[in-house]
């Protein structure tokens, strides 16, 4: 599932928690690439701070001031992640990772194409990572994508950005 502030992929992931077989990966923004400063991969590149009241991984400077992030996709732009989150990485519950956004155009023109479902721009993020994904598990594995918006309000963003 992609994870901005973390709400939509902890929906899925709660309810199998204690399922040790259900694997749990979420996706986040890598922007333009996790090594430049134009992401917004709090998990991945992030650190522990304190947020809106919370302590979580976060974006912040070594002043501790939140810094500013990048991403394709307004609901994953988000310089923090839920605490729930943050705990699911530490205990090693989840594991997570991150997608650019040429790659998470490339999983909305995929979904668009094979099946005819057209994702938010935040679903495609974990859409591009099962190319990945799918060099990493068993041949029968199932394997559960949560999308979690209409891709029609991206569409904008998507015909601008893929030069259609």
């Known amino acids: 599932a992609c994870v901005g502030g973390g709400s939509n992929a902890m929906g899925m992931f709660y309810p199998f928690y204690k399922d040790s077989k259900v694997k749990f990966i979420g996706v986040e923004a890598a922007g333009l690439g996790i090594r430049t400063q134009e992401h917004a991969a709090t998990l991945v590149r992030g650190g522990v701070g304190i947020l809106h009241g919370f302590k979580s991984n976060l ?83 199932i394997v559960v994508v949560c999308l979690s918006g209409r891709g029609d309000k991206d569409m904008g963003i998507v015909t601008k950005k893929l030069k259609i």
Not at 104 to 112: I, T
Request: charged letters at 30%.
């Open 59 to 141: 974006l912040e400077d070594r002043d501790g001031q939140i810094k500013s992030t990048h991403s394709i996709s307004a609901g994953l732009d988000y310089p923090g992640v839920g605490p729930e989150h943050a705990y699911y990485k530490k205990t090693g519950r989840a594991v997570y990772t991150a997608v650019k956004d040429i790659e998470a155009l490339r999983g909305f023109k995929m979904l668009s194409q094979l099946e005819g479902i057209i994702p938010a721009l935040e679903s495609a993020h974990a859409v591009a990572y099962l190319k990945e994904l799918s060099r990493k598990i068993k041949k029968n594995s």
